[in-house]
Antibody, heavy 122, light 107 residues
Framework: EVQLLESGGGLVQPGGSLRLSCVGS????????MSWVRQAPGKGLVWVSI????????YSADSVKGRFTISRDNSKNTLYLQMDSLRAEDTAVYYC???????????????WGQGTLVTVSS | DIQMTQSPSSLSASIGDRVTITCRAS??????LNWYQQKPGKAPKLLIY???TLQSGVPSRFSGSGSGADFTLTISSLQPEDFATYYC?????????FGQGTRLEIK
């Protein structure tokens, strides 16, 4: 059974940093692209960033470029999202999701974690 | 970025009804269009990918169609567990933008 478990969320002040982690199990982690998707309270889904299975290709939404960095450690079956220069509008539940293939292109999300809440507030 | 627009934004229907949700892309996404279901407090769940392919384990009352820029999700006979919010998402180009969602409520 595919499982994705996020951690690292919490309360952070504007301008601060946070690193989210997502541990995958039940599948060959390195064979799949992985994404972060966020959802602000009461709002819709917003795709944040994706990284290929071999971690050499990444894409990010314009709203987070230069502030968020997606990475992965395939030896630890772990996906990361380093979030810097956080803003109030980054407040959301952050979901880790598995792509259906190793390529970061043309990818749909076939398994999701339960999400971790990030709150940016003073 | 490709913009995705769903209609309606909300919908009230009864058990057994046939329901259709539409999704329009601001430019062609070929058939790189996916549908997700989300229930309150839960993670989204993949229903349909590549416009019309049912994800494993999803009931056959769900179906998808379309290509290019216009797509539909149809539920042939609503069941109690289908009341949720539905999102389309294009995976033709990055970022893989989502529609704003369609909230399906019990009438």
């Amino acid at each position: 059974e595919v499982q994705l478990l996020e951690s690292g969320g919490g309360l952070v002040q504007p301008g601060g940093s946070l690193r989210l982690s997502c541990v995958g199990s039940g599948f060959t982690f390195s064979s799949y692209a992985m994404s972060w998707v966020r959802q602000a309270p009461g709002k819709g889904l917003v795709w944040v960033s994706i990284i290929g299975g071999s971690r050499n290709i990444t894409y990010s939404a314009d709203s987070v470029k230069g502030r968020f960095t997606i990475s992965r450690d395939n030896s630890k079956n772990t996906l990361y999202l380093q979030m810097d220069s956080l803003r109030a509008e980054d407040t959301a539940v952050y979901y880790c999701a598995r792509g259906h293939s190793g390529s970061p292109r043309f990818n749909f999300l076939d398994n999701w974690g339960q999400g971790t809440l990030v709150t940016v507030s003073s | 970025d490709i913009q995705m627009t769903q209609s309606p934004s909300s919908l009230s229907a009864s058990i057994g009804d046939r329901v259709t949700i539409t999704c329009r892309a601001s430019s062609s996404v070929d058939t790189y269009l996916n549908w997700y279901q989300q229930k309150p407090g839960k993670a989204p769940k993949l229903l349909i990918y590549a416009a019309s392919t049912l994800q494993s384990g999803v009931p056959s009352r769900f179906s998808g169609s379309g290509s290019g820029a216009d797509f539909t999700l149809t539920i042939s006979s609503l069941q109690p567990e289908d009341f949720a919010t539905y999102y389309c998402q294009q995976s033709f180009s990055s970022p893989g933008t989502f529609g704003q969602g369609t909230r399906l409520e019990i009438k």
